[in-house]
């Protein structure tokens, strides 16, 4: 009985320790889980954004696309999103299709942390503090003076908010803004 538990412990540690792609898993860096803002939320975000028309927004881990429509929608801005999902982008470009935005919005299947800033006015972010933390030096090398930064309840560690805000909805929520070039803690 020894050689099947043994076998089996010794398969565990050849998978566990193989290379993500051996383990089929297109993107290592799938730190946060898909939870969709609140409309109430996003719409209080775009706000605190200050977002002009013509002005270029993203949203990394844009999920169903909601951030996207209502940049688009409500600020006649240009968006572009970054999702990890292939079922978030294919539901993501659906909605666009749906309210007629394929001209002003998009959505790139792929990893944030490789994502091309270049041109951003405003990134939103609704992700896990550590993934906030590792996406902070490339904010700081590609976002122009006068960027903003918006984040959904978790904090860039390293940076000072230029604005908190806390929602008064059942479950509160915390807004981050943050201007290019960010104040350090």
């Given at each position: ?6 076998f089996?412990v ?5 998978v ?10 297109p993107y ?9 803002s609140p409309v ?9 954004a ?20 209502a940049a688009?929608?409500k ?24 309210e007629?935005?394929?001209?002003q ?23 896990a ?11 700081e ?13 978790y904090?860039?560690p ?6 908190t805000?806390?929602t008064?909805?059942?479950?509160a ?9 960010p104040?350090?803690?």
């Amino acid at each position: 009985m020894r050689f099947p538990i043994t076998f089996g412990v010794s398969l565990l540690a050849v998978v566990a320790s193989a290379p993500l792609s051996a383990q089929h898993t297109p993107y290592a860096n799938k730190l946060a889980p898909y939870v969709a803002s609140p409309v109430r939320v996003v719409d209080r975000m775009l706000e605190l954004a200050n977002i002009k028309p013509g002005e270029t927004v993203f949203d990394l881990g844009s999920g169903d696309g909601r951030v996207l429509i209502a940049a688009v929608e409500k600020y006649k801005a240009k968006a572009v999103g970054v999702e990890i999902s292939p079922r978030l982008v294919a539901q993501a470009k659906a909605n666009i299709q749906k309210e007629g935005l394929a001209d002003q919005a998009r959505v790139i299947e792929g990893d944030v942390l490789a994502a091309d800033l270049t041109g951003a006015d405003v990134v939103f972010i609704y992700l896990a503090t550590p993934l906030n933390e590792k996406l902070r030096p490339r904010f700081e090398r590609f976002l122009k003076a006068g960027a903003r930064v918006i984040s959904h309840d978790y904090a860039v560690p390293g940076w000072k908010p230029a604005r908190t805000e806390r929602t008064d909805d059942r479950h509160a929520h915390l807004i981050f803004v943050y201007e290019m070039p960010p104040l350090k803690n």
